[in-house]
């Protein structure tokens, strides 16, 4: 178990409304990212951290902001929700990006965009 | 030609038996490569790292063949509960994880 925790499990939001996912980790990884997933497609990376304040761009970020004020704390926000965000969100932590590049993901976060 | 393809599948297997798939990567300097498992409804979760000289764990054997560009994943005496997705995750940038790509999975399914 790599404690991390993301909130909420399922949502449910309108076309054009700000939506905001949490991932919390208990391990004080460096490192943490957020993935989405979807049917005909991997896992793709919209945006990741490697360390408090900092942040990257992965290869979908596009609509998608991030925030990372805390080492256990890792936002996600939809400023204006559009219905191709409809997905499933994964967080995911690794130990070292350079050193280790193996991730722990937690349970995921439905979302749905109407 | 994409950079990690898989085929999808599904794969049906009886139980006992054993089962193979490969994963083709299309850039030669990549130097990272893992399978992971993903479970239906639920989050992906690591299997085992792919190492040059191959890789055993248990009934599960990874392998490596840089020439061709793909990996493979080899399970023997196969169990209900290897029913999974299966995913082929490749470092295309040779480092740092914000590089790793995923495939689109391997459904495989055990069947008694």
């Known amino acids: 178990d790599a404690g991390i925790t993301q909130s909420p499990r399922h949502k449910v939001t309108e076309t054009g409304t700000p939506v905001t996912l949490r991932c919390h980790q208990t391990e004080n990884h460096r490192y943490m990212y957020w993935y989405r997933q979807d049917p005909g497609h991997g896992l793709r990376l919209i945006h990741y951290s490697y360390g408090v304040k900092d942040t990257d761009k992965g290869e979908v970020s596009d609509g998608y902001s991030v925030s990372r004020s805390k080492t256990e704390d890792f936002l996600l926000t939809l400023e204006s929700a559009t219905s191709s965000q409809t997905s499933v969100y994964f967080c995911a932590i690794s130990e070292g990006a350079r050193t280790n590049e193996k991730l722990f993901f937690g349970s995921g976060t439905q979302l749905s965009v109407l | 030609r994409k950079e990690v393809e898989q085929d999808p599948g599904p794969f049906n297997v009886p139980e006992g038996a054993t089962v193979a798939f490969n994963c083709t990567y299309s850039n030669s300097a990549s130097q990272s490569f893992f399978w992971y498992r993903q479970d239906c409804r639920k989050e992906p979760k690591l299997l085992m790292s792919?190492?040059?000289s191959g890789n055993e764990d248990g009934r599960f054997t990874a392998q490596l063949n840089r020439a061709s560009q793909y990996i493979s994943l080899l399970i023997r005496d196969s169990k209900l509960s290897d029913s999974a997705t299966y995913l082929c995750?490749?470092?295309?940038?040779?480092?740092?994880?914000?590089?790793?790509?995923f495939g689109k999975g391997t459904h495989l399914i055990i069947q008694p």
């Open positions: 995750v490749v470092n295309i940038r040779g480092g740092g994880a914000d590089g790793l790509t």
């Open positions: 792919v190492y040059s």
